[in-house]
C-alpha cells in the first residue's frame, strides 16, 4: 500500500511539473485592450487597426471559465499543455444560430486568453460569420474577423 501512496505521490509531481495542474486563477475584472488583425469586410467602424476598450468579467472553478464581456458570455475551459502553449491556454467558443435575428446567419465566437502574469492577460479573438448557400442549404463561411488584446486586471 505504500508503494501504491508513494507512485501516485510522484504521479501528481509530475504531472504538476509539467503544467497539467488546475488553471492559475484568471478570475476577476479587466480592462482590455483590443486591435483588429484582419477583416473580410472593412468598413468605417470595422477596419484593420480599429482599437477598442471594453472590461471584462471572468468567473473561474478549477478549469471552467465563464468570459463576460459588453457583447455577452461564452463558456471555456483550460488547456494545460499544447505545442503552441507549453504553459497552458484557455480557450473559450460559441456558436450563434439566426445572429442578430437572421435566420440565415450564424456566427461562431473563438477567444484564446494566455495568462502572461496574475494581473497581465493577453490573447486574440475570431468571429466567423456564416451564411446559408441558397442552392445547397449548407452554413458557408461569409466573414470573418480577428482580434488581439491585452488585458490589465481591476479586481
Known sequence: ???????????????TA???????SIQGTWQVTAVITATSVPNAYVKEGHMKQETWRIMQQGNQATLTTPNG????????HTPEFPQGVWQF?????SFMGQQNLG????VVIVPRSANVL????TVTYYSVNMFSG???PAGLENWRFDANRLQ
Do not use: D
Not at 1 to 15: D, Y
Open 1 to 15: 500500500m505504500k508503494i501504491v501512496s508513494v507512485i501516485c505521490t510522484l504521479v501528481l509531481a509530475a504531472i
Open 18 to 24: 509539467n503544467g497539467y495542474a488546475q488553471a492559475n
Open 73 to 80: 458570455s461564452i463558456q471555456g475551459h483550460f488547456l494545460a
Open 93 to 97: 467558443e460559441l456558436a450563434v444560430p
Open 107 to 110: 456566427a461562431k465566437f473563438e
Open 122 to 125: 493577453s490573447g486574440g479573438s
Open 138 to 140: 449548407q452554413w458557408v
